[in-house]
């Protein structure tokens, strides 16, 4: 009897265990449901095709190119063995529909006439290639082909130039992508290609990411004209194919067998830089600050020196630092407290604003009406956040959101303190601040080797002289250097202008200790969006004097304009004196001449802040005497990485291989704090002109004032 009772409990325990009755369990079923749907439709959205790369690193198979394109923000390097050349490669995803290659082919087995006597190795050259997505497989969810066309080595000798179009289908379900494209030059005519990844499904992860690849390659390799290498006009079969393979999502192998000949080799790895929230997560960063809350008004309970050290505290403690507090009255006899930092921490405005939006809403007395917040940066303030405590508090009450907020305390031109104002602190800036960086100088093609290097570190030592003077010492030392034979001039072409930069490897080979830098700089802001600076002293290794700018720049205003001179004078290779001689060469023969260098510019800004692009045209005399315009193309990231591309256009006339040749280059600044655990406002700088010539330049002559404005309104 007792069994019979047991067992029928139990099996009404795995009833109501297995079938719910009451409608909140069928409530809970169906959002259970509902969330598995939601999951399946948004991994179906998201399911993408990898992008394959091909042997010059643009998205491709093996030699010929597709329609796809990386992601916005990669920056991607590689090596590929395509006998007779060896090509190292860098790629740069600028845009989501416009992608930079530059590549640097080695002529296995071909000497340079002139140079590999001294040396240099095989013959090689340079190039760099563009494609611009028209449109993308993924606009159409792969229902649509995509469309592209593109230009290979464009600048330089141009010995491999092509233009092409090509169309890209991706067949999603069946992992596969096809190609079929037109050239014209290198690539003659009709191409095509495709991928397939067979394995990308299957339960055994180590074949997913496997791809299978084809193409039909279109290059003209039995022209000399089309392709310079003798032992590369062979071409037996125009089918390349072979296998590509990805590892860690970051690194590319490729296998193949191209011209029917040869075999080929490929291997990079590419990384996001451009949306990366940095290798280290940022557990050291402030949160939005909550408590203490002491909304006290002024008085015997909180008097002013009281509050002025619970602001200092958490303001700091948010990595923000005071310079001064007032208290004033408005015209309506309120009081306005006025307060002056400096933010050293904050890439993003948003950031910025966030921080002081809680700062403010749990630390303002309630008998403070508004409170202006000074945002200063290198020893003048760049704008106001007007708060009207009125909102704040509605803020803090959460009745109005940070949008609201953030329309209701807009940004301000920079007002002067009221002169009747009591000053409650002042603070002195930090007079030493220690800084270390890296030091890279590189160079391609010297005539004494093909890749010339000089690494090391940077020690600067900077701060302020009497609070809103700028100063700035470095130092550098160099640990490993290849550059102790490279020559300081161009044994195949020489510059035949004064040779305000191309003698720059003298500088480079020093050892040692050396003093790059050591300048002072004035920074003033005028008022209704007028803005000015002086500088003098020794901005770089190769030259100091002094400059000074002006610039027109408003707040909201997506335009700037400025002027801005300098008079320079050429340092000695060693030591702190400056010499009156510069060299100009005649054929290969040195002269000397006198030389007191000047530049002076007009410059015109636009920062397009829905493409996060910004632009600048410098119009005017550059350092070798040669008048013209300099175009500089900006794109900035969220990760607060900026790729930077310039091309200028003088009357100089500097001949590379009986041409003209314009100064050109590419130039990129990341953020250190990708590599901390807290937010930083530090950077650092490496660019590289396509030769390094004596036309279009431009001398350092300290920090420009829209660069230092548009890093804290950005």
């Not at 494609?131 to 469309?147: C, N, Q």
């Not at 400025?562 to 030591?575: M, S, V």
């Not at 279009?696 to 300290?702: C, K, L, N, P, S």
Request: hydrophobic share 35%; aromatic share 16%; proline share 4%.
């Amino acid at each position: 009897m007792k069994s019979s009772f047991a067992l029928f409990f139990s099996a009404l325990i795995l009833f109501h265990a297995f079938m719910p009755t009451t409608a909140a369990a069928r409530d809970q079923e169906d959002l259970m449901n509902d969330l598995l749907i939601v999951n399946y439709l948004n991994n179906k959205i998201n399911d993408r095709l990898p992008v394959t790369y091909n042997h010059l690193l643009q998205a491709g198979y093996f030699t010929m190119p597709s329609a796809r394109m990386g992601q916005d923000g990669e920056i991607g390097i590689g090596y590929s063995y395509v006998p007779p050349y060896r090509n190292y490669n860098m790629r740069f995803q600028i845009l989501e529909r416009l992608e930079i290659t530059g590549n640097y082919r080695v002529f296995h087995g071909v000497k340079d006439p002139v140079l590999s006597p001294l040396g240099f190795g095989d013959f090689s050259d340079k190039g760099a290639n563009f494609k611009l997505a028209v449109f993308l497989p993924e606009d159409s969810d792969y229902t649509l082909p995509g469309f592209a066309i593109g230009c290979e080595d464009f600048i330089g000798t141009r010995a491999f130039h092509a233009k092409y179009a090509v169309f890209t289908k991706v067949f999603l379900e069946q992992n596969l992508e096809v190609s079929l494209g037109y050239g014209s030059g290198r690539i003659k005519g009709l191409f095509g290609g495709f991928s397939i990844m067979p394995f990308r499904k299957c339960s055994w992860k180590y074949l997913q990411q496997l791809s299978l690849a084809a193409e039909y390659d279109a290059t003209a390799y039995h022209r000399s004209s089309r392709e310079p290498h003798p032992k590369g006009r062979v071409k037996k079969s125009p089918i390349n194919y072979g296998l590509k393979y990805r590892i860690f999502d970051c690194i590319d192998l490729s296998a193949s067998y191209i011209r029917g000949d040869e075999f080929a080799f490929a291997a990079s790895t590419f990384y996001n830089f451009g949306y990366t929230e940095g290798f280290l997560p940022k557990i050291d960063n402030a949160l939005p600050y909550k408590a203490p809350i002491n909304t006290e008004p002024l008085g015997p309970r909180r008097p002013e020196d009281a509050l002025v050290s619970q602001l200092i505290f958490a303001f700091d403690q948010q990595g923000f630092d005071i310079w001064d507090i007032w208290i004033s009255y408005n015209e309506c006899n309120q009081k306005v407290l006025r307060i002056k930092t400096l933010n050293d921490t904050y890439r993003i405005e948003s950031e910025v604003r966030c921080h002081l939006n809680h700062l403010l809403a749990a630390l303002i007395p309630t008998d403070i009406s508004e409170v202006i917040v000074v945002i200063d940066a290198e020893g003048f303030p760049i704008q106001e956040y007007h708060y009207r405590m009125d909102f704040v508090r509605q803020f803090a009450a959460q009745e109005i959101g940070p949008h609201e907020l953030r329309i209701l305390t807009p940004l301000t031109e920079v007002t002067c303190p009221d002169c009747s104002a009591c000053h409650l602190f002042g603070c002195r800036r930090d007079c030493i601040n220690f800084e270390v960086s890296p030091r890279t100088h590189t160079l391609f093609g010297s005539s004494s080797g093909k890749f010339k290097y000089s690494l090391g570190l940077n020690f600067a030592v900077n701060g302020y002289v009497w609070d809103s003077i700028y100063y700035s010492f470095m130092f550098g030392y160099t640990f490993i250097s290849n550059m102790g034979k490279s020559s300081d001039f161009d044994r195949l072409n020489p510059s035949q202008l004064i040779n305000v930069r191309s003698d720059v490897t003298r500088y480079y080979r020093q050892r040692g200790l050396t003093f790059d830098q050591a300048y002072l700089q004035k920074n003033w802001n005028v008022g209704r969006g007028w803005y000015a600076k002086i500088a003098g002293g020794y901005f770089e290794q190769e030259y100091g004097g002094a400059g000074a700018e002006f610039l027109f720049y408003p707040l909201n205003s997506t335009w700037a304009i400025g002027i801005e001179g300098a008079i320079l004078k050429k340092r000695e290779t060693t030591g702190l004196g400056f010499t009156n001689k510069i060299r100009k060469l005649d054929g290969f023969r040195p002269t000397w001449r006198y030389f007191l260098g000047s530049q002076y510019f007009v410059n015109l800004y636009y920062d397009w802040e829905a493409a996060h692009l910004d632009f600048k045209i410098s119009a005017g005399k550059f350092l070798a005497n040669d008048w013209g315009v300099r175009n500089e193309i900006s794109r900035y990231f969220q990760s607060g990485l900026r790729l930077t591309l310039w091309y200028t256009v003088t009357n100089g006339h500097d001949r590379i291989n009986g041409k003209t040749y314009y100064d050109k280059g590419i130039m990129f600044s990341v953020p250190f704090d990708i590599f901390y655990t807290c937010s930083e406002r530090t950077r650092w700088d490496y660019g590289m002109s396509a030769w390094l010539r004596d036309v279009g330049v431009q001398a350092f002559t300290g920090k420009g004032l829209f660069e230092l404005i548009n890093d804290q309104r950005q």
